[in-house]
């Protein structure tokens, strides 16, 4: 089995303030139709059903496995009523997978054609895995793929993550024998991918004994990968703010996503 944890990207910027009168705006223009689920349905997405051994047996969306979860959102049960069903500020998302057992497995992938419009892909998850404490490989799991079109892995670092049920992992969650991830957003530059076509596969999996169940909340957009600069002449503060799901550390030695200059001089590096 292949454990990856390191969603995130270090990206260390140069801010040139040489464009002094651009703006954030209020929300990002989503680039990929739906990925987000906003038309409340699964228009532009791919389904998958099967078992644990095979989550692509068929080819279609199966009633209760893939399910459209639209506001105003509940809090899930098996999380101890912690976990909100929803991503922060949104209407809608998919539940992939559910709480029924018999070792099923279910797959939702979204196809991007990566441009200078798209290039920066952006999605949400959240997951909940019943801990039957069964070997490792028959665990109830979880997993994010990005691939091109042939199926294979674009970066098996950044692109690949894997995670099975068990105690201790970092930033999650217990409630009585299930564990839970809160909301993460994770950020892919798809940058050297222009041109093509890249999946994203998520694929959800019950314990290979049919007695346990996992199954994983998420949505998605796209954008295209710029900073955004808060700054009109005479202002004593500019804002300089990086795209979300990335670790950062600016010049100025500053870790978060925003970054604030004082005192800002046209033309500063």
């Known amino acids: 089995m292949r454990h990856s944890?390191?969603?995130k990207a270090t990206w260390i910027f140069l801010i040139i303030f040489s464009i002094i009168f651009t703006h954030a705006k209020a929300q990002i223009e989503n680039t990929c139709p739906n990925s987000d689920f906003s038309l409340g349905d699964f228009t532009d997405w791919d389904a998958y059903y099967g078992h644990f051994n095979n989550p692509a047996e068929t080819h279609g969306f199966a009633t209760g496995r893939h399910t459209i979860i639209s506001a105003p959102g509940t809090y899930d049960f098996y999380t101890c009523n912690e976990l909100f069903t929803l991503p922060p500020g949104e209407s809608h998302c998919a539940r992939l997978g559910n709480h029924e057992v018999?070792?099923?497995?279910?797959?939702?992938?979204?196809?991007?054609?990566?441009?200078?419009?798209?290039?920066?892909?952006i999605?949400?998850?959240?997951?909940?895995?019943?801990?039957?404490?069964?070997?490792?490989?028959?665990?109830p799991s979880f997993t994010i793929e990005v691939t091109d079109n042939s199926g294979?892995?674009?970066?098996?670092?950044?692109?690949?993550?894997?995670?099975y049920a068990h105690q201790g992992l970092p930033s999650w969650h217990a409630c009585d024998s299930y564990i839970w991830k809160d909301w993460t957003t994770v950020g892919i530059d798809l940058t050297p991918y222009i041109g093509q076509t890249i999946s994203i596969v998520f694929t959800t999996r019950?314990?290979?004994?049919?007695?346990?169940?996992?199954?994983?909340?998420?949505?998605?957009?796209?954008?295209?990968?710029?900073i955004i600069y808060g700054f009109c002449p005479n202002d004593t503060v500019a804002t300089v703010t990086a795209p979300p799901g990335f670790s950062?550390?600016?010049g100025n030695g500053d870790t978060l996503r925003t970054t604030t200059i004082h005192n800002p001089v046209y033309g500063m590096v």
């Open 5 to 7: 944890y390191m969603f």
């Open 102 to 121: 018999g070792s099923e497995a279910e797959q939702l992938r979204y196809s991007i054609s990566v441009t200078r419009e798209t290039n920066l892909f």
């Open 123 to 139: 999605y949400k998850y959240a997951v909940v895995l019943e801990n039957p404490n069964h070997a490792p490989e028959d665990q």
């Open 152 to 163: 294979t892995l674009i970066d098996p670092v950044c692109g690949y993550y894997y995670v």
């Open 206 to 226: 019950d314990c290979n004994e049919y007695g346990h169940f996992g199954y994983a909340y998420i949505s998605a957009y796209c954008s295209n990968l710029k």
């Open 248 to 250: 950062y550390r600016w």
